[in-house]
C-alpha cells in the first residue's frame, strides 16, 4: 500500500481496516468535511492533533478543535440526558484505541518500506 497523501476512500478503507473504531472515525471525517455538527465529527475534532500526525488530513481551525469537546457532550447530552458522561468517556477511549492502532499500523507499514 502506498502511503502518499491524500488518500482515496478506497486506501483509507484498507489502511482502517480492523481498526477498533474505524466506522465511527471514517464517518466523522466525513462530517467534518461536510461542515456537519455531529458526534463522530466532534469526536474526530477532538482527536484532530493527533490524527493529522498520522497523515490524515483534518482540516479545522484552532478554536474549533479547542470546543470540540464541549460541543461533543451537548450533543451527547441532548441525546443520552444523564448518561452523557460515561458515553462520552467512550467514545473517547474507543478514539484513542483507533489512533493508537493507526499509529503502530503506519510504523509497521514504513518499517516494512525501508
Known sequence: ????????????????AG???ADLVTDGLADVAAGRETVAGELVKI????LNDCGLSVIIDHDEALNADR??????????GNAAHSQYNALIRQLVSFERALEQRLARA???RV
Not at 3 to 9: D, E, R, V
Not at 47 to 50: A, F, N, Y
Open 110 to 112: 514504513r518499517r516494512v
Open 19 to 21: 481498526l477498533p473504531g
Open 47 to 50: 482527536g484532530s492533533p493527533r
Open 71 to 80: 460541543r461533543l457532550y451537548a450533543l451527547l447530552g441532548a441525546i443520552h
Open 1 to 16: 500500500m502506498d502511503l502518499a497523501w491524500p488518500m482515496n476512500g478506497t486506501e483509507r478503507a484498507l489502511l482502517f
